[in-house]
């Protein structure tokens, strides 16, 4: 027992870190074979908390290479899923489950069980151990891992064996609740503040007023006629719309290197800070995402199942922007604010009657080649003379 001990302690030690939960999986299970627990193949699954990934499965199998899978809340449960054993103890709750694959009575009940007895495994268990997150499926209501383990002891698991991969397994799930809360808490920030405000808020920036002043080119884009549309079309069907918009601007900025701040109602402002990328980058990173929304709504457009014409004005500004937590103390938001963001703003209104979808300050427009054109000069928000804009053409 002095070496499970030696696992116990080391597991502590990862709970206070930040592993990789695969790749500690991994080493616990081959630490297991080192204390002559006799484990060949182990498979932990866990369910999270992010708008893609509904839950990540781990196998873990001596000699082989280790398998690291995400299932997406979209995907379709598989034939493999819903005939399998642990499957069959999440949903009837059982605490544990163990077959004896080398006992010719013992039912195998599971296509896995045949396959596990065909490639010479001997002994299988499942082990749920539950707690409690900010996590929730509706299908199985206790979170926590789910380990499955496997051996190809001639005799199976012993009873000291069996003792004591449910003492490491209660180990074990400590030191992934602590992994999956902190990976949970970076998901929620990232997802709702972008991932550089969210990686500051986390680093402590959340007191009132905490910010700094950053250059950067703004993307700030609106959809057209979204007052009609949402008339036109009801609540729900407007907000799968509005979905469709910012996966066509949102997305295009997010698939640049942009970031997004904020989605004010059906518009979206972007970011590319040029203290990172440099100025002709973030500018050249900017056009790209302006650009990629052009080519997202014109495919939206030209899809027969579009009922409704999607249209979108863009504007790309650039300079001095403060950014930080605004709002009050218990109530706060991570975001720019600036002449460079007002100006963006009044830029992309312009689209409207300037006519092009897309207007670049001029600052923007000297790197833009013979794609920028003059469309004239006009009064904007915080600057004394009038300012010239270009269209950017395709």
């Known amino acids: 027992m002095a070496k499970i001990d030696d696992i116990e302690d080391w597991l502590i030690g990862q709970a206070l870190g930040s592993p990789d939960m695969a790749t500690m999986f991994a080493e616990m299970c081959e630490r297991l074979r080192k204390c002559d627990i006799p484990v060949?193949?182990?498979?932990?699954?866990?369910?999270?908390?992010?708008?893609?990934?509904?839950?990540?499965?781990?196998?873990?199998?001596?000699?082989?290479?280790?398998?690291?899978?995400?299932?997406a809340h979209a995907d379709e449960e598989t034939e493999e899923w819903l005939n399998s054993p642990v499957r069959s103890v999440l949903v009837n709750k059982e605490p544990r489950f163990r077959r004896r694959l080398t006992n010719a009575n013992a039912p195998q009940e599971f296509p896995l069980l045949a396959s596990l007895s065909k490639a010479g495994?001997?002994?299988?268990?499942?082990?749920?151990?539950?707690?409690?997150?900010?996590?929730?499926?509706?299908?199985?209501?206790?979170?926590?891992?789910?380990?499955?383990?496997?051996?190809?002891?001639?005799?199976?698991?012993?009873?000291?064996?069996?003792?004591?991969?449910?003492?490491?397994?209660?180990?074990?799930?400590?030191?992934?609740?602590?992994?999956?809360?902190?990976?949970?808490?970076?998901?929620?920030?990232?997802?709702?503040?972008?991932?550089?405000?969210?990686?500051?808020?986390?680093?402590?920036?959340?007191?009132?007023?905490?910010?700094?002043?950053?250059?950067?080119?703004?993307?700030?884009?609106?959809?057209?006629?979204?007052?009609?549309?949402?008339?036109?079309?009801?609540?729900?069907?407007?907000?799968?719309?509005?979905?469709?918009?910012?996966?066509?601007?949102?997305?295009?900025?997010?698939?640049?290197?942009?970031?997004?701040?904020?989605?004010?109602?059906?518009?979206?402002?972007?970011?590319?800070?040029?203290?990172?990328?440099?100025?002709?980058?973030?500018?050249e990173l900017a056009v790209e995402a302006a650009d990629e929304t052009r080519r997202r709504l014109a495919a939206i457009n030209d899809d027969p199942a579009t009922m409704l014409p999607m249209k979108a004005g863009v504007a790309l500004s650039v300079g001095s922007v403060m950014f930080g937590n605004i709002g009050v103390a218990h109530r706060l938001t991570f975001s720019v604010i600036g002449q460079t963001v007002h100006a963006a703003a009044r830029v992309e209104s312009l689209t409207k009657t300037a006519g092009s979808d897309v207007l670049v300050t001029e600052d923007v427009a000297r790197y833009c080649g013979s794609r920028a054109r003059l469309v004239g000069s006009f009064e904007l928000s915080g600057f004394t003379d009038p300012q010239p804009l270009f269209a950017l053409d395709g």
């Open 40 to 71: 060949d193949r182990a498979m932990m699954a866990w369910t999270t908390l992010h708008p893609l990934i509904e839950a990540e499965v781990v196998i873990w199998e001596s000699g082989s290479e280790l398998q690291h899978d995400l299932i």
């Open 121 to 283: 495994y001997t002994d299988y268990l499942v082990l749920p151990t539950g707690f409690k997150l900010p996590a929730t499926n509706e299908d199985y209501p206790t979170t926590g891992i789910i380990v499955s383990w496997a051996t190809c002891h001639a005799t199976g698991f012993s009873d000291e064996a069996l003792s004591a991969i449910e003492y490491i397994q209660k180990r074990l799930a400590l030191a992934a609740r602590a992994t999956i809360e902190s990976q949970i808490s970076r998901t929620i920030a990232e997802t709702y503040l972008g991932k550089n405000a969210g990686n500051k808020v986390l680093n402590g920036q959340i007191r009132h007023g905490d910010g700094e002043t950053i250059d950067a080119v703004i993307y700030f884009s609106d959809m057209r006629q979204s007052t009609a549309i949402a008339e036109q079309l009801g609540p729900d069907a407007y907000l799968t719309w509005l979905n469709t918009f910012f996966e066509a601007t949102a997305g295009s900025i997010l698939d640049n290197e942009g970031e997004v701040l904020d989605f004010i109602g059906d518009a979206v402002l972007g970011v590319f800070p040029t203290d990172t990328l440099g100025l002709e980058r973030a500018v």
